[in-house]
């Protein structure tokens, strides 16, 4: 019901409680004028009560917003089959999607990875880097266009989350790009940043070629 409709409904209830009060109070030959001033201080009460306890008619746009919100949770969870995946655009993939992303990408450059679900405590895949000879921890963040950057709390809980997983070597990726303190930091614990641009450079790409020639990982 809308909101017009529920103030007049709530006016009606306000009004039939208030002559049937009255009615009442004249037959009882009632001249208590504090029992009269209550019925009056009480008919307003009662019409906001009514007009609260009305459900709300949703209008399209709260229900395109609810189903919009709903949609978008679930699709922040999603983990669709690595085809589809690697045909994706950037904006499409659930954070869980472009974690895997990363993984095929890695796993085609001939990296291997302990964790290709992704690993607990601050990382996200541990690869054996071919060309250092020694594992190294990448944490993945999917922040594209959410204006989130990545900064000195998320590179210090890496470069503890390599030590823990006994990684020489740390990685950041994100999909969004890192603050000024960030690099400085990521740079003292010896961690390499990518940003969107090498994500564009370098993921994308690989995408792109592997749509070419479909040479799809499975």
């Known amino acids: 019901m809308n909101t017009k409709n529920r103030k007049n409904l709530s006016k009606v209830v306000g009004g039939l409680f208030l002559i049937s009060s009255l009615s009442i109070w004249i037959v009882s030959k009632s001249t ?47 983990l669709r089959d690595d085809n589809t ?76 989350a390599k030590r823990n997983h006994k990684c020489p070597l740390a990685m950041f990726i994100t999909t969004s790009s890192f603050t000024k303190d960030a690099l400085l930091q990521a740079d003292k614990f010896s961690i390499e940043c990518k940003d969107i641009h090498w994500v564009n450079n370098n993921i994308v790409k690989w995408q792109a070629q592997q749509i070419k020639t479909k040479t799809y990982l499975s």
């Open 32 to 78: 208590n004028i504090y029992i009269l001033f209550g019925i009056l201080v009480t008919v307003p009460i009662i019409e906001r009560i009514v007009f609260i306890t009305i459900p709300k008619k949703e209008t399209k746009k709260t229900r395109t917003k609810n189903i919009s919100k709903a949609t978008s949770t679930k699709n922040n969870n999603r």
């Open 85 to 160: 995946i690697i045909k994706s655009k950037l904006e499409e993939l659930s954070w869980r999607e472009f974690e895997r992303l990363c993984y095929l990408y890695f796993k085609s450059k001939g990296y291997t990875s302990e964790t290709p679900e992704g690993a607990d405590g601050g990382v996200d895949l541990v690869v054996y880097n071919k060309h250092h000879k020694a594992n190294e921890a990448i944490q993945i963040k999917h922040y594209l266009a959410s204006g989130n950057r990545i900064t000195v709390k998320e590179i210090r809980e890496l470069s503890t």
